[in-house]
């Protein structure tokens, strides 16, 4: 017994031994923050090469766009176990480093700025970067702080953070131990590394359980606007209908919603949300709870049905990401489409929101898409040259995106008299490919129609490969809906003006050269900053709904007031109040769906299978 004892000792050292020359071990102290910069110091896995490159990313998957994260790194030293210094070299890629007499490599050391507040001009997203704030914030996409070495980023990482003894660590990452002032994660990979965003602060959480998941919440807000109570319970009613959406579990045992409401970083001016397989971050504008909620939902809803796709059905492009080079998958259509829609689908399928709601949201997605976007552009080549040749056509994968899966739902629910639809699609893919595996790009869309019917096949190739415009008529005709290229009619309006919005963020009036009649009643003038609509508050980030909600609540007879900001003659700035009573005014509707009332009942069967009325 004792030889054996020892015996499995001697093995357990070795093997200890060897796991520390097999893993990245990272240290970063958030207590000592200096030029608002960070000390990154790495224990570097065993190098066998002679020369070696210390990559930072330049693009990470869900963004679709060039980071150079390596922008943001200063100061990179490379020492032997001596603590000799070794050769470095900046190579011409703003993220790499050679490093010579690499197999004697022990440490690298460097600093890194956070991106919210750098001083030079970068393309960083708000939501993918990093923001260092001295005792109130740490928010951390591991992409701005962590790098790797080439060929090596399929070896796990270790993170040990020390942090206020005050702070908590929000993130979907579990600790492999914890204390009083430090945290210790580990990754098996940098794939898992960068898809794991962690948010250090003096913690506003709570956990929602949902079937076998535990839900973190995770609120920043400086002002404490907005609560993570506040923010579940309104997230509960999303969160049980995409529970019932995905067949009654979700695929993930935990998940991780992390919001950072912005009231303090002027050079933050952008919003949004960027997904993970287990989690999501979100930069958002910090303002009333009640005022921010439906955004905070919609964002939240497309970002956590991507637990679906890219986590369970992905390409290899996806699943072996090259965080270097811009190789990316030609299924947009899919990664950000499909989530895009079963956001929306969910809800209306769950009861949420009417089908009349619902129509006239896919009217906006077709109105946006044909009117401002090349609607013929094929997606395949959208999505191949969404980081360079087409980025400026990228915001198309919300709005054909979604289409696109509408009318694929639509097809798929005709051709099997209201029996498969592109949720059962997509739970068949998960099946065939799920977390640890991955389809060919080029071999997707034949896997579908074999799949499912050769009808499916053709599709694809005329509206996603090829670049004809889908007839809209004809696949919303299936459920007995209606598709109205342009109409005449009368209704309510603000005026026509055009909005804009201002650089301290607010709405304001743009442009009064299409102004009507009843925007000269009000007597709108340019530079209009406006702040509330019959008393509610107005804020850029969702003006275009509430002004739509509030107009088709108007009543002939009803007043219409506003209060806005305007520049006197003297310069100074005063607040008035304008009204006038609401009136309907002639005007053109472009890209209209609405229900048939003449539907047959073959079209009233796909309906309700498309809608889920029937269950209701």
């Known amino acids: 017994m004792k030889i054996k004892f020892c015996f499995l000792l001697l093995i357990t050292c070795i093997s200890g031994t060897l796991m520390a020359q097999d893993i990245y071990k990272y240290s970063v102290d958030l207590t000592k923050l200096t030029n608002d910069e960070l000390q990154v110091e790495l224990i570097s896995p065993k190098v066998s090469k002679s020369e070696i490159i210390f990559y930072m990313p330049k693009i990470v998957p869900g963004t679709y766009n060039i980071s150079d994260f390596g922008k943001f790194v200063k100061n990179v030293k490379a020492f032997d176990k001596a603590g000799k210094s070794l050769p470095v070299a900046i190579q011409t890629d703003s993220n790499a480093w050679k490093i010579k007499n690499a197999s004697k490599l022990y440490r690298i050391t460097y600093t890194v700025e956070d991106t919210w507040d750098a001083k030079f001009k970068h393309n960083v997203y708000e939501m993918a970067g990093t923001n260092f704030e001295e005792g109130k ?91 993570s109570k506040g923010v579940a319970e309104n997230l509960k009613t999303l969160l049980f209908a995409a529970k019932n959406y995905l067949g009654g579990k979700l695929p993930v045992n935990r998940y991780a919603f992390i919001y950072y409401f912005n009231s303090e970083q002027p050079m933050v001016q952008g919003q949004g949300a960027w997904e993970h397989s287990y989690s999501s971050f979100y930069s958002m504008r910090e303002r009333p709870e009640k005022d921010a909620m439906a955004q905070i939902i919609d964002f939240s809803s497309h970002e956590f049905f991507h637990i679906i796709t890219p986590l369970n059905i992905c390409s290899k492009e996806v699943r072996e990401f090259n965080f270097n080079k811009a190789v990316l998958s030609k299924h947009l259509w899919l990664y950000e489409g499909s989530t895009e829609y079963d956001a929306h689908h969910t809800q209306v399928t769950q009861g949420m929101i009417t089908p009349e709601e619902y129509l006239k949201r896919l009217s906006q997605k077709i109105f946006f898409s044909r009117k401002f976007l090349n609607d013929t552009l094929p997606f395949t080549q959208l999505s191949l040259g969404s980081a360079d040749k087409y980025n400026q056509q990228y915001y198309n994968v919300y709005q054909k995106g979604a289409l696109i899966n509408a009318c694929l739902d639509l097809l798929l629910n005709k051709l099997s008299d209201g029996n498969y639809g592109v949720h059962n699609l997509k739970h068949d893919l998960s099946l065939l490919y799920g977390p640890k595996n991955y389809f060919n790009d080029d071999e997707l869309f034949d896997k579908i129609a074999s799949l499912t019917y050769p009808e499916v096949r053709t599709f694809f190739s005329k509206y996603v490969e090829g670049n004809l415009a889908i007839p809209y008529e004809e696949f919303f005709g299936y459920a007995g809906v209606k598709y109205i290229p342009k109409r005449e009619t009368e209704s309510f309006s603000l005026g026509g003006f055009t909005a804009g919005v201002n650089e301290a963020g607010n709405v304001v009036v743009d442009n009064i050269r299409r102004i009507n009649d009843f925007g000269r009643k009000m007597g709108y003038q340019k530079g209009d900053e406006l702040v509330s609509l019959n008393g509610e508050p107005v804020h850029a980030e969702d003006f275009a709904q509430q002004a739509s909600t509030f107009l088709s609540t108007l009543k002939e007879g009803d007043t219409i007031t506003v209060v806005v900001k305007r520049k006197n003659t003297s310069g100074s700035i005063e607040t008035i109040t304008i009204s006038a009573p609401a009136m309907k005014v002639k005007k053109t509707e472009e890209h209209v769906l609405e229900f048939d009332p003449d539907a047959t009942p073959g079209q009233l069967k796909i309906r309700n299978a498309w809608l889920n009325l029937c269950k209701k």
């Open 137 to 227: 914030n740490f928010s951390i996409n591991n992409c701005g702080i962590f790098g790797y070495l080439d060929g090596m980023k399929k070896l796990p990482f270790e993170l040990n953070f020390t942090r206020p003894a005050d702070f908590y660590a929000s993130t979907a990452l579990v600790p492999i131990s914890t204390g009083k002032d430090k945290d210790v994660f580990r990754c098996e990979n940098a794939d898992r590394l960068y898809d794991s965003p962690i948010m250090f602060c003096v913690p506003d959480t709570i956990t929602i359980k949902v079937g076998v998941t535990d839900v973190l919440v995770s609120v920043y807000s400086p002002k404490h606007l907005v609560t």
